[in-house]
């Protein structure tokens, strides 16, 4: 990353957690999806990804139909960082009066508590996993999660901050194997690991099929429920009118090393299931399916947008 897009990519973090909040929030929201329809128009090349993310999502959409599912989903995308700026000045009662009148599920946390092992919840890329966290925080004191450090470093402190100022105990995911010591310890302590793990291109990524073709999703959450015993439960997350949705899924059982890869099979399936239900709310605009990567480009770095992640 060059000097100018560092300072680039500074800025526009603080204007918008400076601006956004200062806002009425009517106006925040329609600028923001006005920005989506922008880019849309533009035709970019993270909206021309995200629409052959979707065509596979949704292969029977004809042309009309698929415009107008990219549209919502930079539309859905664009509310993700709208509601990530404003999230910290919101009401929090209110954030998790919302979430806690629409979630399901909340007994297969609980179970998983009760046998004293912990749980380790598995989120794709979709809908609003911040506001998620702020209802399970409250719900369950704290949760612990893993922030990759990216650069710009002023840009990846905003997001640690962002974050445990929510609730979060944030672990820096770094080349040891020092972040995996702090999860096996939070799950033999019987707390709870959340986990973005529908997208991993690194070597480590176990092979999966997802709509049909070939994709590579992360080990580390079914690794994590094989060697501690805790629960391993898949979440999905979106968007309604007004506010989140959110389904904790039952608990995929996997009790040793051998079982990992039909276990991130399962999270895959899952995951699929809540994607093809609700599409717009998926924010994939990178290259996911291998065959993408090999038809052309290597795996892209990881950029600014998977600070979200």
């Known amino acids: 990353m060059s000097a100018l897009s ?7 973090y603080a204007a918008g957690w400076s601006l956004t909040r200062r806002l009425p929030e009517s106006l925040g929201a329609m600028l923001f999806g006005l920005g989506a329809d922008v880019a849309v128009r533009r035709g970019g090349g993270g909206v021309r990804q995200l629409r052959a993310n979707l065509a596979r999502v949704v292969p029977q959409a004809d042309e009309t139909e698929l415009d107008e599912l990219v549209r919502q989903a930079m539309r859905s995308y664009a509310r993700y960082w709208y509601e990530t700026f404003r999230l910290p000045a919101m009401d929090r009662d209110t954030v998790i009066g919302k979430v806690g009148a629409k979630i399901t599920g909340v007994e297969n946390i609980d ?9 380790v919840c598995a989120l794709p890329h979709s809908g609003n996993w911040d506001a998620a966290g702020v209802w399970m925080a409250d719900y369950l004191g704290s949760f612990t999660t893993v922030v990759e450090r990216l650069e710009p470093e002023s840009v990846y402190r905003r997001f640690v901050a962002f974050r445990e ?13 020092a ?13 709870v690991v959340c986990l973005v793990g529908d997208r991993d ?33 898949p979440v999905g997350s979106w968007f309604t009118e007004d506010g989140w949705q959110m389904r904790v899924h039952p608990r995929i059982r996997v009790t040793a090393r ?25 924010h994939m605009l990178q290259k996911f399916w291998l065959s993408d990567l090999e038809a052309g480009e290597s795996a892209d770095s990881a950029g600014l947008e998977e600070a979200a992640s």
């Not at 179970?111 to 749980?119: Q, R, Y």
Request: proline share 6%.
């Open 6 to 12: 560092r300072r680039l990519g500074e800025f526009g």
């Open 111 to 119: 179970a998983a508590l009760a046998e004293g092992n912990g749980a």
């Open 165 to 177: 100022s929510l609730g979060f105990e944030i672990v820096p995911l770094t080349g040891d194997s």
């Open 179 to 191: 972040a995996m010591r702090v999860l096996l310890k939070r799950l033999r302590e019987n707390k």
């Open 201 to 233: 291109l690194t070597a480590s990524g176990l092979p999966v099929k997802f709509f049909g073709d070939r994709a590579r999703m992360p080990a580390g959450p079914a690794r994590l429920a094989a060697t501690t015993g805790a629960a391993l439960l």
């Open 258 to 282: 051998a079982e990992v890869p039909a276990a991130t099979q399962a999270l895959a399936d899952v995951f699929a299931g809540d994607i093809a239900a609700h599409p717009a709310d998926w």
